[in-house]
């Protein structure tokens, strides 16, 4: 197997690339596995789309409400190595809109598709907690709809987040893909601003499509992460 630990300490820049596999470890279910986010949903992309906001508000704050918050959800092993690595040399860019990359406590982190607990009025523009939020979908200043600063379907990456991404993917001579599939562009396709020097890396239960260069370590990330140190 890929010894994970040396390519760790012999890079000077890492920059993991996380998804959903990385949150389960903490009662988080991921999207698409048999009892993940979309199980016994007929359409659960639309479920999460910038149309169905619009059109049925309280069909999409029923989905988001019940299904995707876990607020006392706490980070686990996968997140603090993570943020104990990237603290000495690096950078986390997540999919995950559950705070718990934040949680763990990294300088350097980009909320690739934003998160959760960022809350704002979309009549007035206002910043919201997100505890009153699920409380109530409506601004109780102005009866607007209140939305969490995730990137739903149909809509496009923030310019900024995308150039921090690209940069941290950009800059690293080791990158490290952790439970994620790859299957979700823009984020999947921003390996392909690595350069042509750096180590490619992914862990994950399942095999992955990321090219041939990669060296895959098909574990449990949790497994893995147990035995490693910056």
Not at 38 to 43: H, L
Not at 175 to 199: E, K, N, W
Request: aromatic share 8%.
């Amino acid at each position: 197997m890929f010894d994970l630990q040396k390519a760790i300490d012999t890079a000077h820049n890492i920059t993991f690339m996380t998804g959903a596999g990385v949150s389960t470890h903490s009662g988080i279910p991921d999207y698409r596995s048999k009892g993940g986010l979309y199980a016994n949903s007929a359409d659960p992309e639309y479920l999460l789309s910038a149309e169905n906001l619009r059109d049925h508000p309280e069909s999409f704050y029923d989905f988001v409400k019940n299904r995707m918050y876990y607020p006392d959800a706490k980070p686990n092993v996968i997140h603090e190595k993570m943020a104990e690595i990237s603290n000495e040399k690096g950078t986390i860019v997540t999919q995950n809109v559950d705070n718990l990359d934040i949680k763990a406590g990294p300088k350097h982190v980009v909320q690739f598709h934003g998160t959760l607990y960022k809350v704002h009025c979309q009549k007035c523009g206002k910043q919201v907690p997100w505890q009153d939020y699920l409380k109530d979908m409506h601004h109780q200043t102005d009866d607007g709809i209140l939305r969490p600063d995730i990137v739903l379907y149909g809509e496009g990456i923030n310019q900024q987040t995308l150039i921090n991404a690209v940069q941290a993917v950009q800059s690293a001579d080791l990158i490290v893909v952790v439970g994620t599939s790859f299957r979700v562009y823009p984020f999947a396709g921003l390996i392909q601003y690595a350069r042509p020097d750096a180590v490619l890396v992914a862990v994950n239960k399942e095999n992955i499509a990321a090219g041939d260069d990669i060296h895959m370590i098909q574990a449990d990330a949790l497994s893995v992460f147990e035995k490693l140190h910056a």
